[in-house]
């Protein structure tokens, strides 16, 4: 079945250091691709998407690539804020089958001043 | 704020008991959806339902049921509760059944004891 795999956490970092965190997935045809991030007692809010292969999505200095070669989809921001601490989900949707999301374990970003 | 409301924000509850926890999706979305989020399972779909129809169903339990009303606000059936029930329940909602964005709620978290 459909799976995604992120790197485990917690990553800590200095203000203002470049962030990358790492997803990998399993799915069967093309699936879109997302990042959801969930900040302290809230819901998860979808944070950018690539439908795919080769898409960027992009939003708030995050972004991230479609990679169908290596089935990833790893998130960056090149500069990060004590704002930014929160827990970073990445996900998949298979297209044409139902609007389900299948989750990676999430990862917890603690960025320090 | 989403515009997904969930109830109650905390449950706390002892083992073999029933609980129900409500849904109200954003105005105008016909799908909802029921995720869990565990320690153990990390985020897992648990069931979808569209314009009152059951859509999807995913990891969900047989002693767990979830219904759609006519106002489309949704309920999630919990009973005969375990110790490894203890989790937090996201609610979600979409404009159709397929290829939407999904908005979370804050969730429901269920302590059983």
């Known amino acids: 079945g459909d799976s995604v795999t992120q790197m485990e956490g917690p990553v800590t970092l200095s203000e203002e250091a470049f962030l990358t965190i790492n997803c990998t997935y399993t799915a069967t045809g093309y699936p879109s691709l997302f990042w959801y991030v969930q900040y302290p007692g809230e819901g998860l809010q979808l944070l950018l998407k690539a439908t795919k292969a080769d898409d960027k999505g992009s939003n708030k200095g995050f972004e991230a690539t479609y990679r169908k070669e290596t089935t990833s989809f790893h998130l960056e921001k090149g500069s990060v804020q004590v704002s930014d601490s929160a827990v970073y989900f990445c996900a998949l949707r298979r297209n044409n089958a139902g609007n389900m999301l299948t989750f990676g374990g999430g990862t917890r970003l603690m960025v320090k001043p | 704020d989403s515009g997904v409301t969930q109830t109650p924000k905390h449950l706390i509850t002892a083992t073999g008991q029933r609980v129900t926890l409500r849904c109200s999706p954003r105005?105008?979305?016909?799908?909802v959806y029921w995720y869990q989020q565990s320690l153990d399972q990390g985020l897992q779909f648990l069931i979808q339902y569209y314009n009152g129809e059951e859509r999807a169903k995913g990891n969900i339990l047989e002693r767990f049921s979830a219904q759609q009303f006519p106002d489309l606000h949704s309920e999630l059936n919990l009973s005969s509760l375990e110790l490894g029930d203890s989790a937090l329940y996201f609610c979600a909602s979409s404009v159709g059944g397929a290829d939407n964005e999904q908005f979370f709620g804050p969730g429901t978290r269920l302590t059983v004891l």
């Open positions: 105005s105008g979305d016909l799908s």
